[in-house]
């Protein structure tokens, strides 16, 4: 399998920790979002994926976008460490949760959004900065209080899940804007506790090869 | 069951037509998003989704929201008219075409976040026109090119699947805010396909009780 990313994008983080919670072996090929406009702009990366989005999984002959199709298609597959539950009530929870940080939060504040605002929209950077504060802090307060109803180790109960795997690159980015993040202890509770598993510190933006310093 | 949804809301929209399609029996609770600053704002619909988006399914003691989340529950419990393939590539391709629309698109041009564009950003009406087109356009182009390799009558083959379900209420937004369909020639031909199904008629917006003039 050949996974299309880039360090910093939270969608390929999200797929790299499934992956490696899976224990796959994957081909990673980096795909630079900003260098000379980005090359998940240009043709080569958009006859394989014509959205324009990492990550791109190549599997055989499946060539598949979209991070949560993908990690739901792995699980599928590769039933080890099952990051959605069997059972379809605990299944459903995962999911709501998932989507509340890789659909609701991460499209307001993606790399081509931001760009829309300073380039086309002429937002200045302090209102740019205004803006992903306001969507990380309404998606964040939201979350802590439903991880009062779900949570155990991690997001719900105490097996790691899908809903584990979209949070951690969501507050990676939160602290990557400086967010004041005092305010969601049972959330980053739950985020300390991931970091400290191998699969997602191999996953981490800073230990790929297309890192920056 | 029990949804709570607004009549133009596109995640009310898909989720009833999933309901549709597989004829079930529910209880429709309009959730008013503008009237009063907003019912989904207040303390009664914030103790049930603390999200504060639509819709929410309650389903016994599951009170359910992301209408992706609720929908693969409703497949996954009521198997007629299978909305996910069998098929674990078909399954994958489905929900990447759904994503596409449905957490890459929606969010962005939602409510919410029409309202912090004008109400904080201060941006014109012109240029809150011009966003929405802007990600309507990139979508769209993209998944009429991603039809190009799947579609027959439908999204997917001549099933209609998940993709469906998230296209239609994404050409009814674009329709509301007058976005030129024609460049998009195979899109609109699934599009009018489907708009010909009972269980597409019955959810679409005009049909709903809290529909408004």
Same sequence: chains 1, 2.
């Avoid at 929870?93 to 959004?113: G, K, W, Y």
């Avoid at 969507?135 to 991880?147: D, G, I, K, S, Y």
Wanted: proline share 6%.
């Amino acid at each position: 399998m050949k996974l299309y990313g880039y360090w910093r994008s939270s969608a390929s983080y999200r797929t790299r920790i499934a992956m490696h919670l899976k224990g796959l072996a994957f081909e990673y090929e980096p795909v630079h979002l900003v260098k000379d406009g980005g090359e998940q702009k240009q043709a080569a990366y958009r006859a394989l994926n014509p959205v324009g989005l990492v990550p791109t999984l190549v599997d055989g002959d499946l060539v598949l976008n979209q991070s949560l199709a993908i990690i739901e298609y792995l699980d599928a597959q590769h039933p080890k460490n099952r990051l959605i539950p069997e059972d379809p009530k605990q299944a459903a929870i995962v999911r709501s949760l998932a989507l509340d940080m890789a659909a609701e939060l991460q499209p307001i504040t993606n790399l081509r959004v931001l760009q829309y605002l300073t380039g086309t929209l002429r937002v200045s950077d302090e209102a740019r900065l205004d803006w992903i504060h306001h969507w990380v802090a309404t998606t964040f307060a939201a979350f802590e209080q439903r991880l009062e109803q779900y949570a155990g180790d991690y997001c719900v109960g105490d097996t790691v899940s899908l809903a584990d795997v979209c949070l951690v690159p969501q507050v990676y980015n939160a602290k990557r804007f400086q967010v004041d993040l005092s305010p969601y202890p049972r959330l980053m509770g739950v985020y300390e506790r991931l970091q400290a598993l191998p699969a997602f510190q191999q996953a981490q933006p800073e230990a790929q090869p297309d890192a920056e310093a």
